[in-house]
Each structure stands twice: as structure tokens, then as C-alpha cells.
């Protein structure tokens, strides 16, 4: 598009100052404490869409935190642009493995962003990639070449499951309605090599509970008498797995789909280096199902995961008890075919069965989605190919993801879209971490890319 690596060149600080006082905000939706500023983020992505050039923009109520809607209707004859993205952010937790304060921006050139990457939380999931489309909105409209419909739906829950999203989405159809969704929650294979998303994992996520005595217990006078939640959970856990890494709870794989050679072949094409892998996590081995590879177990595999595990003391010192509780937080990610509310219920039956009477067990789902497949075939896909072909100046590649973003397959049931999925962040920008960055590169190439977007799916649709 006319003059777009200019423009971004021009407005490159004015871009990354505007990014650093929305991240300066900490607005995580997982921690009521953080509520005040849940709806100072919204005012502020208001505000800024405002100013980026959307004739209307609202503040949504939900049951839950509110969605912040904008448009800008040129025609309806035009196709029309569906944005999505979220406002909110994980827990900065554990705030000590922060090299500085998660809510203090700062940027550092690094190896792998020698042009400097924003640490914060937030910085790449999502606020970062959002506000790449908020710029792009810019720079369409101040230089009249915005040349479609757009809207924006940018919601303040998504990193707690999206629980008011349905919600929303169901009543507002009318107001939704779209030839295509886009969004970028996702990564690229590095900043030499685009990618593609085409497929993202489901996900369903519980919260275990194992209660044994009515109370904390002296260990000494009780120890190897009574049985202890935290053993007990901690057997449990382990049975989970098999010797070769197979979830062993009965149906959890008896809808998973087995992706042929010939399409294994083609995801083994994609650049891939096992050692600079374990060097960039400081692991010696990989791990994972026997038979795969690690591009594969960690995309087109289902998996079970261990989130989070307590019980009992904790604190400095010691203090010799049995736990009268122990407690962890599990997520599963599923595969396309797999019903996340389904492993939800096989999970909750087999977790139950295995408890010794010693214990009494409880599970609580907390939420979950569908996995997604996105063609390759589609106006959509090969607009977003085009785009990044010209903005990097190589043809990206399709890619699986071993993500969630549950609310894809949502949308292509009540509003009938398919999604495109145009991600730049990086795997090592370190998202739900401590130090999560976005390169500078990667960020201001979003905003370059993303009206080439927009250019070729419309003359596309013609």
C-alpha cells in the first residue's frame, strides 16, 4: 500500500509510546484486585480506537468484564472486517523471576530482537498485537485507504476462558456480522519466516481437590496412620501418564484424529532446530508421547499438564503436618474432533475412580473450548499469505499451534466466519512468563502487514 513503511517509520515512537502506557496498566482478569483496572484498560483501548478513526466505539456490560466494540462502516456494499482481540493479561506471578517490574515497560535489545523487545506483561499477549491493528486502522483511514468495512471486538476475559463472550456474541449477531475474522493471539516461526496459523489445540481446564482429615495433623503422631492428600494427589497425578507418555484416562484419545505421513511430512518441512530448542529453555532431553516429534507434541497431539499443586505449609521454616487438603490445577489440550466438555467428564470419572477411600475427591471444571482447523484454500488464507509474502519478503508457512484460543470455533458457529489467524509474536517472547517481551521488529511489522491484509482480501472478494 502507498507509503505504509514510511508511515510506520515516521510514527514508530509515537507507536511504541502509546503501546507502553496502555502495558503501564495491569489488567488481569484471573485476580479480582485488578478490577478498577479491567475497566481502565477498556476505557483506554476505547479512546484509542476512537482516535485511530472508528465512527463508533462502545463500552459493552457483560455479565462478566465489559468488550469494547468499534466500527468503521465505509460501505455496506464492502466486505467487512471482523478484528478480535483481548485486553487482558495473565497474573505477573512469580513477580521475583521478573527482570523488572511487569508493569513497568521497559525495552532491551536482545539476541534474538537486536532492534530491542517491550518487557512487560502483555507486551505480546495481546495487548501488543491489538494495538498493531489499532495503528493499522490509523494509517488506513488517515491516508483514505481504508478499503472495506472494519469492526473491532476487543474483550477483557479471555485469559480466564472467555465466559462472557458467548454471551455477548450470541445476543449481537446483527451487529457482529462479517465476511472474515481477524486476529492475531498467535506466533510466527521467527522474524526471517513468517508462518501461518492453521490449527489451534482446545483446551479444558479443571481444579482438583483430595481431602483426607478433618484437619491438619501432627506428622509425628500421625504420620504413615493416616493417609496424606498431598502423597495421595501427588500418586494420582503420576498415574496419569503412562510409561510412554500416553494420557492413560480410557477414551481420552478415541477421537483423535491421526494426521497422515504425507502431512507429517509437510509440518517436518517447517525450519526447526532440537538443539537451539533445549539451549533456549536450558533442558538436556525433550519429553513427551513416544512416536512423535517435539513439533508435533506440542501441536497436533492432545496433552495433560500440571498447572499449579499445593497443600499443607508452604512457608519459611518447617513445619511438620499433614495436610487435612491438597489441591492442583490441571489443563488438558486437545486436538480437533476432541469435546473439550466431554474429556471434561472422562477426566472427572477416572479422577474419581482412582482415589484410595482414604481420600474424598473432588473436581471442578473450570473452562474450556474446541480446537480449530482453518483451511488453507480460502480467500482469507491466501490474502494473509500474500501479505506477509510482500511485507517479509518470503512466503510464510502454514503451522499448527499447540495454543487455545477457544472462542475460534465459537464464531464459526454463530457467526458463521472462519477465522484467519495472523500472529507475529515469537515462541521465546516468553507469554504467561515471567519477562514476557514483543520485539520492536515484530510489532511495528504487524502494523506494516496487516492493511496488505485488508488490500488483497478485498480485491480478492471481488
Same mark, same amino acid.
Given at each position: $500500500?502507498?507509503?505504509?513503511?514510511?508511515?510506520?517509520?515516521?510514527?514508530?515512537?509515537?507507536?511504541?509510546?502509546?503501546?507502553?502506557?496502555?502495558?503501564?496498566?495491569?489488567?488481569?482478569?484471573?485476580?479480582? +484486585?485488578? /478490577?478498577?483496572?479491567?475497566?481502565?484498560?477498556?476505557?483506554?483501548?476505547?479512546?484509542?480506537?476512537?482516535?485511530?478513526?472508528?465512527?463508533?466505539?462502545?463500552?459493552?456490560?457483560?455479565?462478566?468484564?465489559?468488550?469494547?466494540?468499534?466500527?468503521?462502516?465505509?460501505?455496506?456494499?464492502?466486505?467487512?472486517? @471482523? %478484528?478480535?482481540?483481548?485486553?487482558?493479561?495473565?497474573?505477573?506471578?512469580?513477580?521475583?523471576?521478573?527482570?523488572?517490574?511487569?508493569?513497568?515497560? %521497559?525495552?532491551?535489545?536482545?539476541? &534474538?530482537?537486536?532492534?530491542?523487545?517491550?518487557?512487560?506483561?502483555?507486551?505480546?499477549?495481546?495487548?501488543?498485537?491489538?494495538? $498493531?491493528?489499532?495503528?493499522?486502522?490509523?494509517?488506513? !483511514?488517515?491516508?483514505?485507504?481504508?478499503?472495506?468495512? !472494519?469492526?473491532?471486538?476487543?474483550?477483557?476475559?479471555?485469559?480466564?476462558?472467555?465466559?462472557?463472550?458467548?454471551?455477548?456474541?450470541? *445476543?449481537?449477531?446483527?451487529?457482529?456480522?462479517?465476511? &472474515?475474522?481477524?486476529?492475531?493471539?498467535?506466533?510466527?516461526?521467527?522474524?526471517?519466516?513468517? =508462518?501461518?496459523?492453521?490449527?489451534? *489445540?482446545?483446551?479444558?481446564?479443571?481444579?482438583?481437590? %483430595?481431602?483426607?482429615?478433618?484437619?491438619?495433623?501432627?506428622?509425628?503422631?500421625?504420620?504413615?496412620? !493416616?493417609?496424606?492428600?498431598?502423597?495421595?494427589?501427588?500418586?494420582?497425578?503420576? =498415574?496419569?501418564?503412562?510409561?510412554?507418555?500416553?494420557?492413560?484416562? #480410557?477414551?481420552?484419545?478415541?477421537?483423535? +484424529?491421526?494426521? /497422515?505421513?504425507?502431512?507429517?511430512?509437510?509440518?517436518?518441512?517447517?525450519?526447526?532446530?532440537?538443539?537451539?530448542?533445549?539451549?533456549?529453555?536450558?533442558?538436556?532431553?525433550?519429553?513427551?508421547?513416544?512416536?512423535?516429534?517435539?513439533?508435533? *507434541?506440542?501441536?497436533?497431539?492432545?496433552?495433560?499438564?500440571?498447572?499449579?499443586?499445593?497443600?499443607?505449609?508452604?512457608?519459611?521454616?518447617?513445619?511438620?503436618?499433614?495436610?487435612?487438603?491438597?489441591?492442583?490445577?490441571? /489443563?488438558?489440550?486437545?486436538?480437533?474432533?476432541?469435546?473439550?466438555?466431554?474429556?471434561?467428564?472422562?477426566?472427572?470419572?477416572?479422577?474419581?475412580?482412582?482415589?484410595?477411600?482414604?481420600?474424598?475427591?473432588?473436581?471442578?471444571?473450570?473452562?474450556?473450548?474446541?480446537?480449530?482447523?482453518? #483451511?488453507?484454500?480460502?480467500?482469507?488464507?491466501?490474502?494473509?499469505?500474500?501479505?506477509?509474502?510482500?511485507?517479509?519478503?518470503?512466503?510464510?508457512?502454514?503451522? *499448527?499451534?499447540?495454543? /487455545?484460543?477457544?472462542?475460534?470455533?465459537?464464531?464459526?458457529?454463530?457467526?458463521?466466519?472462519?477465522?484467519?489467524?495472523?500472529?507475529?509474536? @515469537?515462541?521465546?517472547?516468553?507469554?504467561?512468563?515471567?519477562?514476557?517481551?514483543?520485539? !520492536?521488529?515484530?510489532?511495528?511489522?504487524?502494523?506494516?502487514?496487516?492493511?496488505?491484509?485488508?488490500?488483497?482480501?478485498?480485491?480478492?472478494?471481488?
Amino acid at each position: $500500500m502507498k507509503d505504509i513503511k514510511s508511515y510506520v517509520n515516521q510514527h514508530k515512537d509515537r507507536f511504541i509510546d502509546e503501546l507502553i502506557e496502555l502495558l503501564k496498566i495491569p489488567s488481569v482478569s484471573a485476580d479480582s +484486585a485488578f /478490577s478498577k483496572d479491567i475497566l481502565k484498560t477498556a476505557d483506554a483501548v476505547k479512546n484509542a480506537l476512537e482516535k485511530a478513526g472508528c465512527d463508533k466505539v462502545e463500552i459493552c456490560k457483560t455479565p462478566g468484564n465489559p468488550i469494547v466494540y468499534g466500527e468503521k462502516i465505509i460501505d455496506k456494499k464492502l466486505p467487512t472486517i @471482523l %478484528v478480535y482481540g483481548h485486553y487482558d493479561v495473565q497474573p505477573a506471578d512469580p513477580i521475583d523471576l521478573w527482570d523488572s517490574p511487569p508493569f513497568e515497560p %521497559v525495552i532491551k535489545k536482545t539476541k &534474538i530482537h537486536p532492534d530491542g523487545a517491550i518487557f512487560a506483561r502483555g507486551a505480546c499477549d495481546d495487548k501488543g498485537q491489538v494495538y $498493531m491493528h489499532v495503528k493499522a486502522l490509523e494509517y488506513m !483511514v488517515s491516508t483514505n485507504q481504508l478499503p472495506c468495512n !472494519v469492526k473491532f471486538m476487543i474483550e477483557g476475559e479471555e485469559e480466564i476462558g472467555s465466559v462472557s463472550l458467548a454471551w455477548f456474541v450470541e *445476543r449481537n449477531q446483527e451487529k457482529l456480522a462479517n465476511d &472474515i475474522i481477524l486476529i492475531s493471539d498467535t506466533g510466527m516461526i521467527s522474524n526471517s519466516q513468517p =508462518s501461518i496459523t492453521t490449527g489451534l *489445540r482446545g483446551l479444558s481446564y479443571v481444579e482438583v481437590e %483430595v481431602t483426607g482429615p478433618n484437619r491438619d495433623l501432627h506428622s509425628g503422631l500421625y504420620g504413615g496412620a !493416616v493417609a496424606n492428600p498431598i502423597n495421595i494427589l501427588a500418586k494420582m497425578i503420576a =498415574s496419569l501418564h503412562d510409561e510412554n507418555n500416553r494420557v492413560t484416562i #480410557p477414551g481420552f484419545y478415541d477421537k483423535v +484424529a491421526d494426521l /497422515s505421513s504425507a502431512e507429517r511430512a509437510e509440518m517436518a518441512k517447517a525450519p526447526f532446530s532440537l538443539d537451539d530448542y533445549k539451549k533456549a529453555l536450558d533442558i538436556e532431553e525433550v519429553y513427551g508421547e513416544k512416536g512423535y516429534t517435539t513439533n508435533e *507434541r506440542n501441536s497436533i497431539r492432545p496433552t495433560l499438564d500440571v498447572n499449579g499443586i499445593w497443600g499443607g505449609y508452604i512457608g519459611e521454616g518447617a513445619k511438620t503436618v499433614i495436610a487435612g487438603k491438597a489441591h492442583a490445577k490441571i /489443563s488438558m489440550r486437545l486436538v480437533p474432533n476432541q469435546d473439550w466438555q466431554e474429556i471434561t467428564e472422562l477426566f472427572k470419572n477416572h479422577f474419581e475412580k482412582i482415589a484410595p477411600k482414604s481420600v474424598k475427591v473432588k473436581v471442578k471444571p473450570h473452562h474450556g473450548g474446541q480446537g480449530y482447523v482453518t #483451511p488453507i484454500d480460502t480467500i482469507g488464507y491466501k490474502a494473509a499469505s500474500k501479505a506477509y509474502q510482500e511485507s517479509f519478503g518470503v512466503a510464510p508457512i502454514p503451522q *499448527r499451534s499447540g495454543g /487455545s484460543i477457544p472462542i475460534v470455533a465459537l464464531f464459526e458457529k454463530e457467526l458463521k466466519s472462519k477465522t484467519i489467524l495472523m500472529g507475529f509474536g @515469537l515462541d521465546s517472547d516468553a507469554i504467561h512468563s515471567p519477562n514476557e517481551h514483543f520485539g !520492536v521488529f515484530n510489532y511495528l511489522k504487524g502494523i506494516e502487514t496487516i492493511p496488505l491484509f485488508y488490500k488483497y482480501f478485498v480485491e480478492m472478494s471481488k
